[in-house]
């Protein structure tokens, strides 16, 4: 039998604040990416995109980096990273920083036609049913409501909007937006312990934002901006819990409180995705 | 210009604090913003004159010694002079010497970001001059002795209250007893002062915000008509602006002209824009004798062809003060310098140097807001990251990040050590903390810890675990 794209293996840019901070968002990503048909692969030699070193002015290091996490996802056909910011490191700012690179500028290129960030490859691959803002759904009624905040390098580097609040009310789960749902949290990486106290203060107005809207959850697409949120509301006393929508995507019961798991209908055989959630 | 950046977070914890500027900040904030975003959505070509604009401008700084020349010939064939002046300090020199040339005493100013950074009023008083702001608040701020915080609204960081407080300290020598409560009283407390000012000008300095090569023109976007008096008043008029403003032609002017009252405050147009070339003609009812353009280099030349040319394209609309998260934290007097915000950020290293002004693009989270607000699609981020890299190599950072960064990059080119140094950490933080969230980290860490908490990580990383279910699954079963 010859090999389809279904059965050549995605390669999970894993991050390293996932790697290092939450290995549980690790295992909903592989789930997620294996409901759409794909084999998983986890490539050990990875660490970190580089983009602290990068917009830290560290240019030789960030360089460095780079050229090694080309050198160990360069051979898969689609790489698949579950954050904004580190998907448009390799996507859009590797090309640049290997720009002059003899041997390294075509393979940047190369890497950055086929890096995805997770919401843009499920929805490329995930057969869910289209839905619009009335939520019509005939597969069932709306079962939570959340908040999303829009990872700003997602936003704007990799034109994450949609996909991932599509992916969430495809799961019965409807979006309650926030005043400023794109307004930056105050993470930006080394900046939230080099002037803690404007990062504070965004990160309170950002979560007295997400609170406001009453939602069960806050969902985000990038982990230094969950981290962040979730330390302040915590911090805070909220009662907001902050999720991944990878999390939610392959544990609905999270915030909806079933624990029935929640199947699309698969239109054919070979179609390629069903967003199928195994009961915990 | 002087920047001193060093006391960026001292005076950011003072702003983050100050009540009265937070509801300021607030309210440009969410203000200009919401104008804007409405002014756009009526306009459905505004993307298009966005690439317009931005490609004028490309092509003006790749020609800018020829534009330059053109316009100067342009000025000169009206009647007007043209100074070229290479540094701040040029640039007051050629001002003070055509005031005196003139025998002027009393000068009027209309606002002018360029007269801001050469320090012009102070150096003109020195010399004994009066030289009296009459922009609404320009005004304010030079009664009270500050300087701008916003380049297109300079006093937006004090209230009505202040405002009050300032015309009743200042005013009452002039015959003005009373404290007033009402904006339009207030407004109309200041008109009647700065009138007699006007009429009694010798000389009166503007900015520009476009230089028209075609012609010979200035452009002059305002909103309050202080500026037309200032102009059309006195015997001399004298321009102070930057190289960079100039364009081409009148119909590039209206391009910009449509990008730049929408990008700054959500208006259609202000209320006044005026195109003043050279002194007066013979039939004109009003208008200077003598008319004169200094245009003002002071570091603007170096970004032709620099990794910063980019930044040349701008014109100074201030939408990405109003856009930033950090520049509405914190207000622009934290900066340090007359050019604040994003904008502030790339221009202000540029304008003085790295070392004095490197907070500046370094306290930024790169959101991206400015550039995706830009008229004119500056790359401000990008142009940031140039900051600091030049910052980094210059090591102007602080040790411990200098330090962190480098075993940051040195743990990753080592992916083996560094899963087995994170998984030996992952495993003593499991056991020394018991709760899920910990409050307190330790050394730079503790800045985070200062506010918010940490959830306690898993005692493993996630390639440990995945290997080792990994390793069960080929154990125990078929592959999957």
């Not at chain 1, 160990?72 to 998907?87: R, T, W």
């Not at chain 2, 604090?17 to 300021?24: A, D, F, G, R, Y």
């Not at chain 2, 305002?222 to 930057?242: K, Q």
Request: aromatic share 8%; hydrophobic share 40%; net charge negative.
């Amino acid at each position: 039998m010859s090999e389809t794209m279904e059965t050549k293996p995605v390669a999970l840019f894993l991050t390293c604040l996932l790697d290092n901070l939450r290995p549980n968002i690790g295992f909903d990503v592989v789930q997620l990416i294996q409901a759409c048909g794909f084999k998983v692969e986890v490539p050990e030699a990875q660490t970190c995109c580089g983009q602290v070193n990068y917009n830290g002015g560290d240019k030789l290091s960030a360089q460095q980096i780079a050229k090694q996490v080309i050198d160990v996802f360069l051979p898969y056909d689609q790489i698949v990273a579950p954050s904004g910011s580190c998907a448009s490191m390799i996507k859009n700012h590797y090309p640049t920083l290997l720009e002059d690179d003899a041997v390294y500028a075509d393979k940047a290129y190369a890497l950055s036609l086929k890096t995805f960030e997770l919401s843009e490859f499920l929805s490329k691959h995930a057969d869910f049913r289209k839905t619009d803002d009335n939520l019509t759904l005939d597969v069932a009624p709306i079962m939570a409501k959340v908040t999303y905040h829009d990872a700003c390098a997602g936003l704007r580097e990799m034109d994450i909007k949609d996909q991932p609040r599509a992916l969430l009310k495809s799961q019965s789960i409807a979006i309650e937006e926030m005043q400023e749902p794109e307004t930056c949290c105050g993470f930006g990486g080394i900046f939230c312990v080099k002037y803690p106290e404007i990062s504070d203060h965004m990160v309170t107005k950002k979560v007295m934002d997400a609170k406001q809207t009453n939602a069960k959850a806050l969902v985000t697409g990038d982990l230094g901006c969950l981290i962040n949120m979730e330390g302040k509301i915590n911090r805070l006393g909220l009662d907001l819990p902050v999720f991944h929508f990878a999390e939610i995507l392959a544990n609905p019961q999270l915030i909806t409180n079933s624990a029935m798991a929640i199947n699309t209908v698969v239109d054919d055989e070979d179609s390629a995705t069903i967003m199928r959630n195994e009961a915990l | 210009m002087d920047v001193k950046s060093d006391q960026f977070i001292p005076l950011a914890n003072i702003a983050l604090n100050n009540e009265s500027l937070q509801q300021s900040m607030s309210l440009l904030g969410k203000g200009l913003a919401y104008k804007r975003k409405l002014a756009i959505a009526a306009l459905p070509e505004f993307e298009t004159l966005r690439n317009e604009a931005r490609d004028i401008k490309d092509h003006t700084i790749r020609h800018l010694d020829l534009y330059l020349e053109k316009f100067e010939q342009a000025v000169i064939d009206k009647g007007g002079h043209v100074h070229w002046a290479s540094n701040d300090e040029q640039a007051r020199q050629f001002v003070l010497e055509i005031c005196q040339q003139n025998n002027a005493k009393r000068v009027t100013k209309s606002k002018s970001m360029v007269t801001e950074e050469i320090e012009l009023v102070p150096f003109l008083e020195e010399n004994g001059l009066e030289a009296v702001e009459t922009d609404l608040g320009e005004y304010i701020i030079q009664l009270r002795g500050e300087r701008p915080s916003h380049i297109v609204a300079p006093a937006v960081h004090l209230s009505k209250d202040q405002v009050a407080e300032t015309f009743y300290a200042h005013h009452q020598k002039l015959g003005f007893n009373e404290k007033l409560k009402d904006r339009v009283d207030m407004v109309a407390e200041a008109r009647q002062v700065l009138r007699s000012k006007f009429v009694k000008a010798d000389v009166g300095i503007s900015g520009a915000n476009f230089l028209v090569a075609e012609t010979g023109t200035i452009v002059l976007v305002t909103n309050e008509g202080n500026a037309e008096l200032t102009t059309a008043i006195p015997d001399t008029h004298i321009v102070v602006t930057g190289i960079e403003k100039v364009i081409p032609t009148m119909e590039d002017a209206s391009t910009f002209i449509r990008l730049l009252a929408r990008s700054a405050v959500g208006a259609e147009i202000s209320a006044y824009t005026s195109f003043l070339t050279g002194p007066r003609r013979e039939d004109d009812k009003d208008g200077p004798k003598n008319f004169h353009i200094v245009l003002v280099d002071n570091g603007r030349s170096g970004m032709v062809g620099s990794e910063l040319q980019e930044m040349l394209r701008c014109i100074r609309c201030s939408a990405c003060l109003n856009h930033c998260p950090v520049y509405l934290s914190v207000g622009g007097h934290a900066y340090s310098s007359v050019y604040s915000g994003p904008m502030g950020a790339v221009l202000s290293p540029q304008f003085s140097n790295i070392t004095d002004a490197s907070h500046l693009p370094s306290a930024s989270t790169f959101c991206g807001k400015c550039e995706a607000v830009c008229p004119v699609k500056i790359p401000l981020p990008k142009l940031m990251r140039h900051w600091r890299n030049q910052a980094f190599d210059k090591k102007l950072s602080e040790p411990t990040l200098r330090w962190g960064l480098w075993w940051w990059s040195y743990l990753n080119q080592h992916p083996k050590l560094q899963q087995r140094l994170v998984n030996i950490g992952l495993f003593i933080m499991s056991h020394l903390h018991k709760k899920d969230f910990i409050s307190k980290l330790p050394g730079i860490a503790g800045n985070w810890t200062h506010s918010r908490d940490f959830r306690k990580p898993a005692a493993s990383t996630f390639q440990s675990q995945w290997k080792k279910q990994q390793q069960r699954t080929r154990g125990g079963h078929h592959d999957s």
